[in-house]
């Protein structure tokens, strides 16, 4: 995973994506860093959406290589909100 995370060039994939985000409408949400980090390990696993959020509170490694701090952890996201940004 921290190979992996040298490799893949965020800010490519952050600038081609951030069209779909608002950042003046509603609250914060989770940053477009993370969203991919997780959907890259969550097809590379073979995962579920609850698996990978599972995964990500408790592998140091996915958290590096997702981006997720540590003060996210306790409020990290729900499992169903992977599918409602999938249906972005």
Request: hydrophobic fraction near 40%.
């Amino acid at each position: 995973m921290v190979i992996l995370r040298q490799i893949i060039p965020w800010q490519r994939i952050i600038d081609k994506l951030a069209c779909y985000y608002d950042d003046s409408k509603g609250r914060i949400g989770t940053p477009i860093r993370t969203i991919v980090g997780i959907f890259i390990v969550l097809k590379l696993r073979l995962l579920s959406d609850r698996t990978v959020v599972n995964q990500v509170k408790e592998n140091r490694y996915i958290q590096y290589f997702c981006n997720v701090p540590d003060e996210d952890l306790s409020t990290f996201m729900h499992p169903s909100n992977l599918s409602k940004l999938r249906k972005r």
